[in-house]
Every structure is written in C-alpha cells, then in structure tokens.
C-alpha cells in the first residue's frame, strides 16, 4: 500500500515568514495529492489540491509543488499569518483510499 | 444547512460497552468514511461505501462495524470497548468517479473516550 511520509513534524515561524513542508510517497500510481488544514478541536479541511498531470498549482498565499519522477510534493505557505497556525496534513490516493501523512503542527509567532 | 453531521460529539463510555456514532451528509455525495485520529493526530482510514456498498475495509478489529442504511448515512457501531479506542473518530464524504480523486468533506468528529 501507499507510504507518505510527511516532514517536520513542527515548524515554528515568524509572522510574515514562509513555511514549506515536505512529503514523499510510495505508490507511482498515486495520482491526487491534497492537504488538508486542521485547526485546534476541528475538522480537517483541504486548501489546496495537485492532480498527477501538473507540476505546479497556486492559490493566493498558498502553493503546491509536485515531482513525480521523485516522488514528492510539498506545501509553500507565503507572508504567514497568525491564522495560519494549524497541523497540516498531505495525502496521496492509492486503491480507492487516501493514505495521511503524520502531519505538521505549524506555529506562527507574532 | 450542515455539510457533514456527526452524532455525538462526545462520548464517554466505560470499557465493555457498545457504542454507536451516527453520520450524515447532506452533499448528495455517494462515498462516505470513518476516519479514526489518534493522540498523536495520525488520521487512519477505517472504512469506505460507496452507494451503501462497503468498498475499503483497513485492518480493523471486527468490534468495529459500519453500517451504510442509505447514501447520505453511515454509522459506526463499536461492541466491548477497549481503552486504546479512545479517538476521535470522523466521518466524511465526496464524490465518487473511481477513485478519492475528489475533496472530502470531514464531518465534526467525535470524541471518544473510554475509562
């Protein structure tokens, strides 16, 4: 089954600072990479979404990037924000199912 | 107008009991999850249905036992509660199309704690 392995585990910034997190997975015949945001006491959340045919997607602060030839993907949070403070979660599909990473609790100092 | 409704949001219970958490979705999505959270937040996926039909069955003790009445529903039944199912435990839903190639919508999650 599929393997994602997420890294760190914590990433302490300073407001305005960017953050990145880093994931690599196992299955080559993963094809959809989300991440999902999990506040503190609540729901997981997606905010941004990579399909296996791009390499690169944006949406506002935030940005997904996508090697599949290594296998790896990563999460690039930009100019953080105090609201930003959150565990983070990748996930790669394999077999009908979505296989989590550990996640990353990301703390934004102000 | 709740995407993902779980009941309860909180559970306590004694070791040996049976428990049940209810789910309901009202996206008209035709897959639906039971997701299981640690301590450690690690998020697992326990079960999937697709249209009332179980499709991903992980390695769970066969205490647990979902039920899927129709596709906007999907309950979790627990027999003889053990220490270590102590969780919280999330439902969620989305499309469907061959895969989870699809946003999943995490119901509110419940927290269950065994004593």
């Known amino acids: 089954g599929e393997n994602v392995e997420q890294h760190p585990s914590t990433l302490s910034v300073q407001e305005g600072d960017s953050a990145v997190i880093k994931c690599t997975y196992s299955d080559s015949a993963s094809n959809y990479f989300p991440w999902y945001k999990q506040e503190l006491g609540k729901r997981p959340q997606l905010i941004i979404d990579?399909?296996?045919?791009?390499g690169e997607k944006k949406d506002q602060r935030i940005a997904v990037t996508l090697n599949k030839t290594a296998k790896h993907f990563s999460l690039h949070i930009t100019e953080t924000q105090p609201e930003d403070s959150a565990v983070y979660f990748c996930?790669?599909?394999?077999?009908?199912?979505?296989?989590f990473g550990a996640g990353t609790t990301v703390t934004v100092r102000a | 107008d709740t995407a993902v409704s779980q009941t309860p949001k909180y559970l306590v219970t004694q070791m040996g009991n049976d428990k049940s958490i209810k789910c309901e979705q009202n996206?008209?999505?035709?897959?639906m999850y039971w997701y299981k959270q640690d301590s450690k937040k690690f998020l697992k996926i326990m079960f999937s249905y697709n249209n009332k039909e179980l499709i991903i069955n992980e390695t769970v003790p066969n205490r647990f036992s979902p039920k899927s009445p129709d596709k906007a529903h999907l309950n979790l039944h627990i027999n003889s509660l053990e220490l270590g199912d102590s969780a919280v435990y999330f439902c969620?839903?989305?499309?469907?199309?061959?895969?989870?190639?699809?946003?999943?919508?995490f119901g509110p999650g419940t927290r269950l704690t065994v004593t």
């Open positions: 996206l008209g999505h035709d897959t």
């Open positions: 996930a790669a599909d394999n077999d009908y199912k979505l296989s």
């Open positions: 969620a839903s989305s499309q469907s199309g061959g895969g989870p190639t699809y946003e999943q919508y």
């Open positions: 990579i399909r296996s045919n791009v």
